[in-house]
Nanobody
Framework: QVQPVESGGGLVQAGGSLRLSCVAS????????MGWYRQAPGKQRELVAQ???????NYADSVKGRFTISRDNAKNTVYLQMNSLKPEDTAVYYC??????????????WGQGTQVTVSS
């Protein structure tokens, strides 16, 4: 059973930086896609960034140029470097890992989330 654990959240002033980490400690299966989602109060959970084992990346338009996702597949660890943070980035950030078994068959694993608060 893959159990993602996030860390690195906290309080930061607008314009500052944070780096989030997510590790799938004790993972049994290979992780093919790693992603970061966030959910602000009263809003839907949204995709922030994702990266595949082949290093292809996708970003939400709202974070392009400010956030960078990276991964260490050997350690099943994914990072989210967040620069130039804005108050609207305030949310709980969740790590989601996907293990692809075959085409159309995958297992997703969600972390518990880490709070990021950006003060104005």
């Amino acid at each position: 059973q893959v159990q993602p654990v996030e860390s690195g959240g906290g309080l930061v002033q607008a314009g500052g930086s944070l780096r989030l980490s997510c590790v799938a400690s004790g993972s049994l299966f290979s992780i093919n896609v790693m992603g970061w989602y966030r959910q602000a109060p009263g809003k839907q959970r949204e995709l922030v960034a994702q990266i595949t084992s082949g290093s292809s990346t996708n970003y939400a338009d709202s974070v392009k140029g400010r956030f960078t996702i990276s991964r260490d597949n050997a350690k099943n660890t994914v990072y989210l470097q967040m620069n130039s943070l804005k108050p609207e980035d305030t949310a709980v950030y969740y790590c989601k890992l996907r293990s692809v078994i075959s085409i159309g068959h995958e297992n997703d694993y969600w972390g518990q989330g880490t709070q990021v608060t950006v003060s104005s």
